[in-house]
T-cell receptor, first 114, second 113 residues
């Protein structure tokens, strides 16, 4: 099992550009999550999904969009990149709800917006 | 919403010395508590968790944490650290049955040879 994979590892965007961060898991987990990690801060939940076709907002959803067409994939879309979105983005998955079950994290995508 | 406080942003400690990383959370009726570890340039990995039962939980690599409901704390301890324990440690809290995990700001543990 590869677990949770994320692409790309690094990306530099200009202000106003768009991009999609890819996340794939091969553990057949129902739940998937997107977090951002800013320097000196904990992880903040952006969006999550409890299954294909179902997504919901987390703490910091503004400026992002997600979709979940398959169990395996959970891409995160940035439409108009802003410097405030410079961060490290982590995708995670779990068998069921996060409060009871371990989350498995991908290696992260480091994004810089200039 | 829950809030999680990790007062120590950095903790240097000599190899084979004991260490305690502190974590406090805002009170709630029923919570689940986690410690995650992040090694350099990697994602987070679960270290240990408390869901119910015994208030003392242990990891396979010698860490332990104790759930203290009256003090709303979940401090992480290890009696003797190794160089390989150098990493960032995050405390996380969830209300039972919720889909949201709230993370602390992390504690960077540096083990000095």
């Amino acid at each position: 099992n590869a677990g949770v994979t994320q692409t790309p590892k690094f990306r530099i965007l200009k202000i106003g550009q768009s991009m999609t961060l890819q996340c794939t898991q091969d553990m057949n987990h129902n739940y998937m999550y997107w977090y951002r990690q800013d320097p000196g801060m904990g992880l903040k939940l952006i969006y999550y999904s409890v299954g294909a076709g179902i997504t919901d907002k987390g703490e910091v959803p503004n400026g992002y969009n997600v979709s979940r067409s398959t169990t395996e994939d959970f891409p995160l879309r940035l439409e108009l990149a802003a410097p405030s979105q410079t961060s490290v983005y982590f995708c995670a998955s779990s068998v069921q709800q996060v409060s009871s079950y371990e989350q498995y994290f991908g290696p992260g995508t480091r994004l810089t917006v200039t | 919403a829950q809030s999680v406080t990790q007062l120590d942003s950095q903790v240097p400690v000599f190899e084979e010395a004991p260490v305690e990383l502190r974590c406090n959370y805002s009170s709630s009726v029923s919570v689940y508590l986690f410690w995650y570890v992040q090694y350099p340039n990697q994602g987070l990995q679960l270290l240990l968790k408390y869901l119910s039962g015994s208030t003392l939980v242990e990891s396979i690599n010698g860490f332990e944490a104790e759930f203290n409901k009256s003090q709303t704390s979940f401090h992480l301890r290890k009696p003797s650290v190794h160089i390989s324990d150098t990493a960032e440690y995050f405390c996380a809290v969830s209300d039972a049955g919720a889909n949201n995990l709230f993370f602390g700001t992390g504690t960077r543990l540096t083990v000095i040879p």
